[in-house]
């Protein structure tokens, strides 16, 4: 028998908006929509200081010399052909193209061994040798660049392409070698565990699975490495003394005396400088931003 305390339904709770939540309907709150002004401007500001220094390396750099005109018309080379042929600028370009891909390679190829090791082995210094490794940041190269002259000195090294691309790969190591075991942790170990099954050994397990998915990360750092390399100033001044081994920052140095400034020569060679470094970046966008994408989340 069906009482009537049986069919009785308890009561549903209905929530009461908060004063904050009520609303005319059709109308959004202030902070939903900001107007349209609140976000061209800054924006507007922020293009005008990033655009405008470039419009003025452009206009000393194609404006004829002497000439105050704010329109870079007639449009000239003599800048351009002035920096690369009587500056030498075709010598410091193959200079900093040969730092800096060799900083690539040295860099890529050693933080990737370290990285594997730091990803995939546990011993007992590992935390330390990670803490050391991220307090390393905190150096800066001018205090090393004492012991490193005196390393190269023995080692018969100074006044050689060597011993900048040595010391700019011993500065990017510590984090490229971070980044890297963080993009490892990121591949399943499952993966590497199944070649192994199959008869790969490690080596041969991660050359086949595990390299290939470390691609964008790869060239995250390597890009860096070399971006860094080409732009390093320091390392360049200090180590090599033969004018027909200095890179490109020591050659725009040479641009600039106390007395004067050549400033058509000096944006000639600052757009030769930078020319290089637009077209990585265009090339690698893509895999730069997948691989740090990569490397954010934590395996």
């Known amino acids: ?37 609140q976000i061209y401007l800054p924006l507007g500001i922020y293009l005008v200081f990033t655009l405008v220094p470039f419009y003025w390396i452009l206009l000393f750099a194609f404006r004829p010399a ?3 005109s704010l329109v870079p ?12 042929n009587e500056r030498d600028f075709g010598i410091y370009f193959q200079n900093s193209v040969i730092t800096g891909v060799a900083t690539l390679l040295l ?24 803490l050391a490794l991220l307090c390393t940041q905190f150096v800066p190269g001018a205090l090393l660049l004492v012991p490193l002259f005196q390393i190269f000195a023995q080692l018969r090294m100074i006044n050689s392409l060597g011993s900048v691309i040595v010391a700019e790969t011993v ?23 199944a070649a192994w099954v199959d008869g790969c050994g490690r080596l041969a397990a991660f050359r086949i699975v595990v390299l290939p998915l470390l691609r964008p990360g790869l060239i995250a750092v390597g890009s860096f490495a070399f971006v860094h390399a080409w732009n390093h100033f320091l390392f360049a001044l200090m180590f090599l003394s033969d004018q027909s081994k200095q890179t490109i920052p020591v050659g725009l140095n040479t641009l600039m005396s106390a007395d004067s400034v050549d400033l058509g020569a000096l944006a000639a060679g600052g757009i030769v400088a930078a020319v290089p470094v637009v077209i990585v970046f265009a090339f690698i966008q893509k895999w730069l931003i997948t691989g740090f994408s990569a490397g954010a989340v934590k395996g």
């Open 1 to 37: 028998m069906i009482t009537k305390e049986a069919t009785e339904v308890a009561p549903v709770p209905v929530r009461v908006p908060a004063a904050a939540d009520r609303q005319p309907p059709g109308r959004k709150r202030a902070w939903d929509e900001a107007p349209r002004w």
């Open 66 to 68: 002497g000439s105050t």
């Open 73 to 84: 018309w007639p449009i000239t080379f003599d800048h351009f052909e002035k920096v690369w």
């Open 107 to 130: 860099t890529t190829g050693v933080a990737l061994a370290g990285g594997y090791a730091l990803a995939r082995f546990d011993f007992r210094i590992k935390r330390g040798f990670m």
């Open 171 to 193: 500065f990017q190591l510590p984090l490229s070698m971070i980044l890297i075991s963080g993009f490892i942790r990121n591949v399943p170990y499952s993966l590497e565990e």
